[in-house]
């Protein structure tokens, strides 16, 4: 496997690309004449923690002022937030690899030096999410310009996804495209009032999505399509009237499950939104909540293989934890296919409507 100096790598990375992973991480970031200003995205989820990650151009460093107090680079950030919000484990090399496909920087065929271990080694342990406050925080997302959604292209069969149930209805409704030269399916992202805030694509080829995940956002012409999966839920725009009489919203991992509850059960029923994870935050809560939500109904997929497996304990902690996390602020329920009917790593949505009709009348109250 191809290996990526570290300190090649954070040479290269312009400050302008710290500020748009801060971005996409939920920080809200904000230049100042040291650097860049950020909320505390490294033990927080986006939208709860304060202003107080500062990054120094100086020194290419961070320093969080409060829980961590400490100082670490961008790669030790991005070790943090994926433990924070999409509850993966990344060891810096994974960290490094990201950052580099990212941003095309071209990796060299050596291994990390022991100057990068030992430095590693002096790096802090994570930090716990402690118990939350839900804060009347509101932010309006960047919009992009909707002109590249015209040069995508549209006039294609998405055959994996038609095979798996979803119309061609609901596709044209949601704008879902093909980006050829990237050989990925295009979903554009939408806030709760339809502004176009984000382009995600999924890749095709099993080969780019082990290597860059399924789902990443699309960078065309040097622009990057990004925004902070906290802080917004797909498909709310769509689901929010349903939602909002049902009083009732289902919480999916992936865009795609939002595709597939309307092409199974309508439009007119969709109460469905995807927090583009396997965290959900405070903000997404909120946004729920101030749709009329009383019930958030927690759909993720079946990430385990047997009762009792390593995964399953780690599926069990996660949502015990977003249990405990929100339940002062709305009832929760948990689909969870301890039956296991669907397959291992399926969404509860994907294999067909009466599948998930029997797990949603056995969804769990803890
Ligand atoms: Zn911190």
Known sequence: MITYNKSEVRKKLQAENIFELLQEWGGDPEYTDFGILSATICHNQPGEGSRKLYYYTNTDLFRCYTDCSSTFDIFELLIKVAKVQWNREFDLNDAVRYIAIK????????????????????????????????????????EYDTIILSRLVYDVRIEPWLREGITNDIMKKATIGYFPAGGQITIPHYDKDGRFVGLRGRA??????????????????????????????????????????????????????????????GIENDISVACCGSSISAYQVQMLLDAGAKEMVIAFDRQFQEIGDAEFKRLTDLLTKLNNKYKNYIDISIIFDKKMIT????????????????????????
Request: hydrophobic share 35%; proline share 3%; net charge negative.
């Open 204 to 265: 095709l080829s099993q080969v780019d999505a082990d290597m860059y995940g399924k789902y990443r956002p699309l960078m065309i012409n040097k622009q990057l399509y990004n925004h902070p999966l906290g802080m917004n839920l797909y498909n709310l725009n769509n689901s929010k009237d349903n939602i909002k009489l049902s009083r009732t919203a289902i919480v999916f991992e992936s865009e795609k499950s939002c595709l597939k509850y309307a092409s199974f059960f």
């Open 343 to 366: 397959e291992y790593k399926d969404a509860p949505i994907d294999e067909s409507p009466d599948k998930f009709l029997k797990l949603w009348k056995e969804r769990i109250k803890l």
């Open 103 to 142: 941003y095309n920087l071209a990796g060299e065929e050596i291994e990390l030096d022991e100057d990068a271990l030992s430095d590693w080694k002096s790096f802090n342990t994570y930090d716990r999410i402690n118990s939350i406050e839900i804060k009347d925080y509101h932010a309006t997302l960047k």
